[in-house]
C-alpha cells in the first residue's frame, strides 16, 4: 500500500462531476473558438460529445434496480466518535480487535486505545517527521504499558518499511534501498541468500528501535509489468522482486524468516496480486481476468508458499479476481475469502485489507463501512484504515450496527479471534533495546537515543 492520504487530498480532481463540468468548459471555449466557416457544424459535435459524457456520467452515478440490496447502506447512522466510545464497552472491544489504524492526533489515538477500540496502530511518514527515534519509542511505550494495565495483548504497531520509495519511518530510522534493488544488485554466482538476510536483519533492527512489530514487506506481486499499465502511485515495477516466482518465494522467505527472529511479522502483498492489473488500486479497484489455474501455477505460487508460516500475515488487495467475483474486490469478497482462502485452502493465517481509506473503497457501492462489514464477515482478520479522522467514524458505525444486528456469523468470528490471540509477534513485548545509564542532562545515552542523532536519509 501506499499513503491513501494522498490520493484523498486528490480526489477533488477526479470527481466526475468535476470532469463534465471541466469537459463542457473545454467543449464551449472549443466551440466559441471555431473558424467562422463552419460554426453549425462545431456546435453540433460539441452538443454530441457533450450529450454523451453526460449519459455516461449517469450511468456511473445511478444505481440500477437492486442496487440497495446488492451494496447495502452500512452504516445506516454514522455516530459521532464521542457515541462510539460511549458504546457498550464489551462490544466496542469484541470489534476493535479487528481494527488496525492510522492517526494524526496521538490524543485521539489514546483515548481509542483507552476504551479498547483498536487493535493496532498504523505509523507512518507524518507521524514520526522531525520526531526522535526515542520520543517516538516512549510514545509507543506509553501505549504498550496501559494495554497491559487493561490486561490486553500488546498493540498490533505497524509499519509499510519496504525500503526504497516506500520507506515511511525514514528518517528518522535508516533509509535502504528495496529488496528489489538489492536483489539486482547480486552477480551471477554470488550467495542471494546472504545478501537479503543481511538487508533484512538491518531493517528489523531499525524497526525494533522504535517498536514496530508488523511490517507491512515484502511485495510478492510479480514483475510481469503488463502492457498499458497505468499504476500510478503503486509503482510496481520498482516495487516487485522478479517475473520468477520461486526467486520471489525464496527471497520473501529468507526476509520473512529474519524479521521474525526479532519478534516482528512480515506481510506478504497484495493478494491475489498485483502483477497484472493495470490500475492504481489507490484510486480505483483493480481487475485480474486470467483464470486461476493459470495464477495458480505463477502468481500465487509466492503466496502459497509463504502464507502458511506462522509469522507471516497475508495483506488482501483491492483487486476483482474476475473468475470468482466479478462484483467486490478480493479484499472483502467472500467467495475469495471464505471460498478460496479459509475453505478451499484451509488457511488459518492472519488476513488484512489493505488500506479501506484507499480510492477503490472509497468510490466503490459498499464504501469504508460496507467493506469493513463485508470484509470480517467473509474472514479477514483485520482491517486497516489509514486515513482514520475522515473514515473511522465510519467504520465503527458499521461494524457496530452489524455486529447488534447478527450479521456476523459466529463460527467465522470465534476463529478469527483465535487467529488473532495466537500470534506471538503482535501479543508479546518487543525486546527494549539496551540503555546506558542516562546522560547528566537526562537523555537515553543507549543505542535509542544516540542512533536518534546519526540516523539520516
Not at 529468507?254 to 524479521?259: A, G, K, V
Not at 472509497?362 to 483485520?382: P, Q
Request: glycine share 8%.
Amino acid at each position: 500500500m501506499a499513503d491513501a492520504e494522498t490520493f484523498q487530498r486528490r480526489q477533488f480532481a477526479l470527481r466526475p462531476g468535476a470532469a463534465v463540468a471541466g469537459l463542457f468548459a473545454v467543449l464551449l471555449a472549443d466551440a466559441g473558438n471555431a473558424s467562422a466557416e463552419a460554426p453549425s457544424l462545431n456546435r453540433a459535435a460539441g452538443g454530441e460529445l457533450v450529450s454523451k459524457a453526460s449519459d455516461k456520467l449517469a450511468r456511473k452515478t445511478s444505481k440500477p434496480a437492486g442496487a440497495a440490496s446488492a451494496f447495502p447502506t452500512r452504516p445506516v447512522k454514522v455516530m459521532t466518535r464521542d457515541e462510539i466510545l460511549a458504546s457498550d464497552p464489551a462490544t466496542l472491544e469484541r470489534i476493535g480487535r479487528h481494527i488496525v489504524i492510522g492517526y494524526h492526533s496521538p490524543a485521539t489515538m489514546r483515548a481509542l486505545v483507552e476504551k479498547k477500540a483498536i487493535a493496532g496502530i498504523f505509523i507512518t511518514d507524518h507521524n514520526v517527521r522531525r520526531r526522535s527515534v526515542a520520543d517516538i519509542r516512549s510514545e509507543i511505550d506509553a501505549l504498550q504499558a496501559l494495554r497491559a494495565r487493561q490486561g490486553l495483548p500488546p498493540l498490533i504497531i505497524a509499519a509499510d518499511q519496504e525500503g526504497g520509495a516506500v520507506s515511511r519511518l525514514s528518517p528518522p530510522l535508516a533509509r535502504q534501498p528495496s529488496l528489489a534493488r538489492v536483489l539486482a544488485a547480486v552477480k551471477p554466482g554470488e550467495d542471494s541468500k546472504s545478501a537479503v538476510v543481511a538487508y533484512a536483519r538491518k531493517q528489523a533492527s531499525e524497526l525494533q528501535r522504535i517498536g514496530v512489530n508488523l511490517n507491512f514487506s515484502p511485495v510478492v506481486d510479480l514483475k510481469i509489468d503488463p502492457k498499458r499499465r497505468s499504476d500510478g502511485e503503486t509503482q510496481l515495477r520498482y516495487r516487485a522482486l522478479s517475473a520468477d516466482p520461486r526467486v520471489v518465494s525464496e527471497a520473501a522467505g529468507w526476509y520473512c524468516d529474519t524479521l521474525v527472529e526479532t519478534g516482528i511479522y512480515c506481510t506478504i502483498k497484495h493478494f491475489p496480486g498485483l502483477g497484472r492489473v493495470t490500475l492504481d488500486t489507490h484510486r480505483h479497484t483493480g481487475d485480474i481476468k486470467t483464470p486461476v489455474m493459470e495464477l495458480q501455477g505463477a502468481d500465487w505460487v509466492p503466496f502459497r508458499e509463504l502464507m502458511g508460516k506462522p509469522h507471516v500475515v497475508t495483506m488482501l488487495a483491492h483487486v476483482r479476481l474476475r473468475e470468482l467475483d466479478a462484483e467486490k474486490p478480493a479484499s472483502f469478497s467472500t467467495s475469495v475469502i471464505d471460498g478460496l482462502i479459509r475453505t478451499e485452502w484451509k488457511h488459518e493465517g492472519l488476513l488484512i485489507t489493505d488500506d479501506l481509506s484507499m480510492g477503490a473503497v472509497t468510490r466503490s457501492g459498499e464504501g469504508v463501512g460496507g467493506a469493513a462489514v463485508a470484509a470480517l464477515k467473509a474472514g479477514a482478520d483485520l482491517i486497516l484504515v489509514s486515513f482514520s479522522d475522515k473514515h473511522l467514524n465510519t467504520v465503527l458505525s458499521a461494524l457496530l450496527e452489524a455486529d447488534k444486528t447478527g450479521v456476523f456469523d459466529k463460527g467465522i468470528s470465534a476463529a478469527s479471534h483465535r487467529r488473532l490471540t495466537h500470534v506471538p509477534a503482535a501479543h508479546a513485548p518487543i525486546p527494549l533495546p539496551e540503555r546506558k545509564p542516562s546522560s547528566p542532562v537526562g537523555h537515553p545515552a543507549g543505542p535509542a537515543g544516540s542512533a536518534a542523532k546519526t540516523a539520516g536519509p
